[in-house]
């Protein structure tokens, strides 16, 4: 039995490429392909494939939200992305929204064609460097949040308040702007005020 297979890329050639790429394969069957997430959910509705391979960044609906859209609107199809970008910006939000693979477009055939073949039968699979990334992320967990009162202090600091002048601001005592500087560090991953102040700005945490 053959695994139908809907295309979704914004670029005309890379379509041609993948649909003349599957030809090859008897037991792989292109049913429809679309530029787009929004057209791509279109023909993933009126085909019902057995798996949609889809790139991200594409005009209008595209990346995770149309993965979303795909998994509410057509549960039963598998999504394997195929795209350039391994970014963690790109791939975190791709596989929580419910894609099943993660490929890059440098994969080499053959490698493509098993990815299709195993997302079809329910199985999970990620290119080597998508991989890696996953596993980095996991062993590497995302810092903890800052509270309020804590960005609070960070922001104080990087105004160059000390802190007998930050618990004066903040009504609190200098030991407790302390408790609080220690949390700050601990959670950044930094070890002084100068080394808080730099990856509050990195992350956002500050204006």
Sequence with gaps: MSVRLVIVDDHPVVRDGLRGMFAEQPDLEVVGEAGDGAAGLDVALRERPD????????????????IALL????PSVRVLVLT?????GDVLPALTSGAIGYLLKDSPREEVFRA?????SGESVLSPA????VLGRVR???PAE???????????????????????ILFISETTVKTHLVHIYTKLGVSDRAAAVAAGYERGLLP
């Design 146 to 168: 800052l509270s309020e009162r804590e960005r609070t202090v960070l922001s104080l600091v990087a105004r160059g308040c000390t802190n007998k002048e930050a618990a004066a």
């Design 116 to 120: 299709v073949r195993a997302a079809a």
């Design 51 to 66: 798996v949609v391979l889809t790139d991200l960044r594409m005009p209008g609906l595209g990346g995770a939200e149309f």
């Design 140 to 142: 590497s967990p995302a």
């Design 71 to 74: 998994a509410e609107r057509v």
């Design 84 to 88: 350039t970008y391994d970014d963690d």
């Design 130 to 133: 998508v991989a890696a990334r």
